[in-house]
Nanobody, 120 residues
Framework: VQLQASGGGLVQPGGSLRLSCAAS????????MGWYRQAPGKQRELVALIASGGTTNYADSVKGRFTISRDNAKNTVYLQMNSLGPEDAAVYYC???????????????WGHGTLVTVSS
């Protein structure tokens, strides 16, 4: 399974970005999809998760500003980020919990990360 993330970049405080992450490969099904982030000198932290049925979970720090969504037909997860602040600057990683053909158990896969910089 390969994950291709895109959409990061430089944005001014208060601005918006939309991240995308497309999963490809021998995928039978995808359970949970999510976004994590890691700022310099900090541990990787959960940003948002979305289950196959659409149930979402957000870190308190992004509630009301970020929206996670997914397109199951495209095996793609999105993260709409609004009202961005310097505290949101980080490398954002997508993660999917997928079952591949020939396997019975889901395995977690990570994307390569996309950099979000918030600066005026």
């Amino acid at each position: 399974v390969q994950l291709q993330a895109s959409g990061g970049g430089l944005v001014q405080p208060g601005g918006s970005l939309r991240l995308s992450c497309a999963a490809s490969g021998s995928i039978s099904s995808i359970n949970v999809m999510g976004w994590y982030r890691q700022a310099p000198g900090k541990q990787r932290e959960l940003v948002a998760l979305i289950a196959s049925g659409g149930t979402t979970n957000y870190a308190d720090s992004v509630k009301g500003r970020f929206t996670i969504s997914r397109d199951n037909a495209k095996n793609t997860v999105y993260l709409q980020m609004n009202s961005l602040g310097p505290e949101d600057a980080a490398v954002y990683y997508c993660n999917v919990n997928a079952v591949t053909y020939g396997s019975l158990r889901p395995v977690g896969y990570w994307g390569h990360g996309t950099l979000v910089t918030v600066s005026s």
